[in-house]
């Protein structure tokens, strides 16, 4: 069992920073790939941001990119996404994931069988 616990969400105002961190445990896990993921409210979960265990290859997506990072310490076993210039629109629920092995593409969340439980992220005007 993979267990993933993500912190560091908050209020904050417009153009303001934010660091989240995704901490795995799990003796027997291997990884491939984790990545982040967000709900707004009333809205599907889509793709945020994914980075590769090895290579440390990242991606992002359209509405992210230029504002924020997706990095890991792999002695941490740890990954995490910095935040910059967050807009109201980036408000929702930021879910972590991770693949075991590669399972597909890394944009789709129905490829990480792994979930935490998700930290709050609230962007006033």
């Known amino acids: 069992q993979v267990q993933l616990v993500e912190s560091g969400g908050g209020l904050v105002q417009a153009g303001a920073s934010l660091r989240l961190s995704c901490a795995a445990s799990?003796?027997?896990?291997?990884?491939?790939?984790m990545g982040w993921f967000r709900q707004g409210p009333g809205k599907e979960r889509e793709f945020v941001s994914a980075?590769?265990?090895?290579?440390?290859?990242?991606y992002y997506a359209d509405s992210v990119k230029g504002r924020f990072t997706i990095s890991r310490d792999k002695a941490k076993n740890t990954v995490y996404l910095q935040m910059n210039s967050l807009k109201p629109e980036d408000t929702a629920v930021y879910y972590c994931?991770?693949?075991?092995?590669?399972?597909?593409?890394?944009?789709?969340?129905?490829?990480?069988?792994?979930w935490g439980q998700g930290t709050q992220v609230t962007v006033s005007s």
């Open positions: 994931a991770a693949q075991g092995i590669y399972r597909g593409s890394y944009y789709l969340g129905a490829n990480y069988p792994y």
């Open positions: 980075i590769t265990w090895g290579s440390g290859s990242t």
């Open positions: 799990g003796g027997t896990s291997s990884r491939y790939a």
